[in-house]
């Protein structure tokens, strides 16, 4: 019984992460949907502590873009969490509005919302004792979920603030005795999770375009993640980079590619400092990307 409760607990409390954050950051702020003048699909699979049984893996597609005339955009995206017998998949329609604030400087504010499924699957958890059967039967529960984001961008720097799980809802997966116990101490709620980022765009010279950013995470009651990064880019085609988390202590290293501005390739490897590399070997993560053709050009819109 108590591995299950440990089960809920991280299952209801974690929203994804990725290593490539800055280049799918509509993945946790819904507000970058309409800031770019064409639609792109993303495709990320994330690896994680390779080496370890039943490690995690995270899959997500999104799509987004503007609106033709007005300044809005829409977007979606469907994913896939699993780690071991549990998982976590949902999908989330989300749409933005952006306003001109001056000059190349504008805001957007935009909204997410879709539904959650959570499951365990009992047949796949190996019980030690006898008193921690709980019958191998599969576990399952929708939960409502939304995310708000607000993102103030130019042609030389950017900022965004989201907040995800807005709606605190409960995962009720067992019968109504346990499931009170759960929710008594908060084991089955999901938590709001708030993001801070931010970046400038340096233009070294016509080759060479350099770009320091930062992440903030929180989620109450874990301590700040602090994530900072570094990424160069050579004639718009060819990228590199890498990242610092504190709280995990890890380094993801990221190399990229850019074929005519149409389709984007990017992986990543996250080295790991703390007490589990013994035990991984690291963190694999890769990206796809199709961008479609421009259907919105402005003056004053910055060119992301």
């Known amino acids: 019984m108590l591995l299950i409760t440990g089960i809920v607990q ?32 993303r495709l990320n699979n994330r690896y994680q502590w390779s080496g370890i ?38 999908f989330q329609g989300a749409y933005a509005y952006n306003i001109r604030i001056q000059n190349d400087i504008r805001l957007s504010f935009g909204l997410s919302a879709g539904l959650l499924q959570f499951k365990i699957d009992g047949s796949k958890i190996t019980w030690h004792d006898d008193g921690d059967y709980y019958n191998e039967v599969m576990y399952v529960d929708y939960v409502p979920d939304a995310t708000f984001g607000m993102y103030l961008y130019s042609n030389t720097y950017y900022a965004g603030f989201s907040t995800g799980q807005l709606l605190g809802g409960k995962v009720k997966l067992y019968d109504n005795v346990y499931n009170e116990t759960l929710t008594q101490g908060g084991l089955n709620r999901l938590k709001n999770h708030f993001f801070l980022m931010g970046g400038y765009k340096y233009k070294i010279n016509d080759d060479f375009l350099l770009e320091p950013g930062f992440l903030i995470k929180k989620m109450a009651p874990t301590p700040y993640e602090f994530e900072i990064n570094l990424k160069t880019t050579y004639k718009n085609m060819v990228w590199l980079g890498f990242s610092f988390r504190t709280h995990e202590k890890s380094m993801p290293i990221m190399i990229g590619y850019n074929y005519e501005n149409q389709m984007y390739f990017g992986y990543s490897y996250d080295l790991i400092f703390s007490d589990l590399k013994n035990y991984t070997s690291g963190t694999h993560e890769i990206m796809v990307v199709a961008r479609f053709n421009k259907i919105k050009q402005s003056k004053t819109r910055p060119k992301i």
Do not use: C, W
């Open 10 to 41: 991280v299952q209801a409390q974690q929203i994804q992460m990725y290593s490539q954050y800055m280049l799918n950051d509509f993945a946790f702020n819904p507000a970058i949907t309409g800031t770019h003048e064409y639609y792109q699909a």
């Open 53 to 90: 049984v039943d490690a995690p893996k995270t899959y997500i597609l999104s799509i987004y873009g503007p609106h033709k005339k007005q300044d809005m955009g829409f977007g979606g995206m469907v994913y896939n969490d699993v780690t071991g017998p549990t998982s976590r998949t949902g």
